[in-house]
T-cell receptor, first 111, second 114 residues
Framework: QKEVEQDPGPLSVPEGAIVSLNCTYSNSAFQYFMWYRQYSRKGPELLMYTYSSGNKEDGRFTAQVDKSSKYISLFIRDSQPSDSATYLCAMSAYSWGKLQFGAGTQVVVTP | DAGVIQSPRHEVTEMGQEVTLRCKPISGHNSLFWYRQTMMRGLELLIYFNNNVPIDDSGMPEDRFSAKMPNASFSTLKIQPSEPRDSAVYFC????????????FGEGSWLTVV
């Protein structure tokens, strides 16, 4: 079993819909959680960063962490075609060092 | 600020040849990571350095792979000899130790071994 599980999709939604993405993990030591966005033929770029449990909002993006369930989520409101990309969750136990990535979920937002 | 700079962006080489990938991390960052991404295995950490010292190379697939970081602004990942199964995108990334583990990726080096 992988340490981080993420459904690879693809997830197709109409423009304006809410996109809901999630990851589960098995290592209870993880306390730093990130979401990266990767456009085709580009490197991943950091989208959201959360420490420990709770919610974080940034514009149309909301990240949630539920450590008791070992479950993290990313919501994209009012989705746009430009949000079409692969979204990768990442996490670690320490404030530095290597990250454990999920497989990535491909999202397609259709006009 | 310039981001992480990788070269070459694309490389096609024949099996058995040596491949050298290069990386310049973001100035001031003291951690550097080499990742490999494939459809089958996703994003895998190969090795990471902290203050130019290799900290964890457990992800390096085999002895054909080697990485060096001679100074804070330059790192190489070498494959010798290359094999078709090494075809992948290789990403370099860097972070600042006290940044809460936010790492920044380069654009990747797309390697095809034929």
């Amino acid at each position: 079993q992988k340490e981080v599980e993420q459904d690879p999709g693809p997830l197709s939604v109409p423009e304006g819909a809410i996109v809901s993405l999630n990851c589960t993990y098995s290592n209870s030591a993880f306390q730093y959680f990130m979401w990266y966005r990767q456009y085709s033929r580009k490197g991943p770029e950091l989208l959201m960063y959360t420490y420990s449990s709770g919610n974080k909002e940034d514009g149309r993006f909301t990240a949630q962490v539920d450590k008791s369930s070992k479950y993290i989520s990313l919501f994209i409101r009012d989705s746009q075609p430009s949000d079409s990309a692969t979204y990768l969750c990442a996490m670690s136990a320490y404030s530095w060092g290597k990250l454990q990535f999920g497989a990535g979920t491909q999202v397609v937002v259709t006009p | 600020d310039a981001g992480v700079i990788q070269s070459p962006r694309h490389e096609v080489t024949e099996m058995g040849q040596e491949v050298t990938l290069r990386c310049k991390p973001i100035s001031g960052h003291n951690s550097l990571f080499w990742y490999r991404q494939t459809m089958m295995r996703g994003l895998e950490l190969l090795i990471y350095f902290n203050n130019n010292v290799p900290i964890d190379d457990s992800g390096m697939p085999e002895d054909r792979f080697s990485a060096k970081m001679p100074n804070a602004s330059f790192s190489t990942l070498k494959i010798q000899p290359s094999e078709p199964r090494d075809s992948a995108v290789y990403f370099c990334a860097s972070s600042q130790e006290r940044s809460g583990n936010t790492i920044y990726f380069g654009e990747g080096s797309w390697l095809t071994v034929v």
